[in-house]
């Protein structure tokens, strides 16, 4: 893992391979906390998943990165388990890279929004943060 000044390692999901995963880093002046019960739920190549939580704050992080090659149901499955186990009446941001083009209507992204509003989330980023 990488060192940056002023920030902690608070969450991550590695791999077993040296490359890729999650993480999530935070001031080192700030009271968050690992969520480990989500980690568990992660699943290697499928959904790599972390969280952490400031319980002054009532806010829950979560990060997720989802390979675009993987099984999509396994990520559903994963996000829909880990979302709901975290959702304690918590503020919460749900952050990464999904793999999911928002702008293309298809059957993956109906499923993840339906997914996600059912908890009352939404995405806040509109443009593409990616373009190849």
Same mark, same amino acid.
């Given at each position: 893992?990488?060192?940056? !000044?002023?920030? %902690?390692?608070?969450? =991550? /999901?590695?791999?077993? +391979?040296?490359? &890729?995963? $999650?993480?999530?880093?935070?001031?080192?002046?700030?009271? /968050?906390? @690992? #969520? !480990?019960?989500?980690?568990?739920?992660?699943?290697?190549? =499928? $959904?790599?998943?972390?969280?952490?939580?400031?319980?002054?704050? %009532?806010? #829950?992080?979560? $990060?997720?990165?989802? !390979? !675009?090659?993987? *099984?999509?149901?396994?990520?559903?499955?994963?996000?829909?388990?880990?979302?709901? #186990?975290?959702?304690?009446? /918590?503020?919460?941001?749900?952050? &990464? *890279?999904?793999?999911?083009?928002? *702008? %293309?209507?298809?059957?993956?992204?109906?499923?993840?929004? *339906?997914?996600?509003? +059912?908890?009352?989330? +939404?995405?806040? #980023? =509109? @443009?593409?943060?990616?373009?190849?």
């Amino acid at each position: 893992m990488s060192s940056v !000044p002023g920030y %902690k390692l608070i969450s =991550h /999901f590695s791999r077993s +391979s040296p490359y &890729g995963g $999650s993480c999530v880093y935070a001031s080192s002046e700030l009271n /968050f906390e @690992d #969520i !480990p019960e989500v980690k568990k739920l992660g699943v290697e190549n =499928h $959904s790599e998943i972390c969280a952490f939580v400031d319980k002054t704050l %009532k806010l #829950i992080v979560v $990060s997720v990165y989802r !390979p !675009p090659s993987r *099984d999509f149901q396994a990520f559903i499955d994963s996000e829909f388990i880990a979302t709901g #186990i975290i959702f304690r009446g /918590f503020r919460v941001i749900v952050c &990464g *890279d999904f793999n999911i083009d928002l *702008d %293309k209507y298809s059957a993956k992204r109906s499923r993840w929004l *339906d997914m996600m509003m +059912s908890f009352n989330l +939404s995405p806040k #980023i =509109h @443009d593409y943060t990616y373009i190849v």
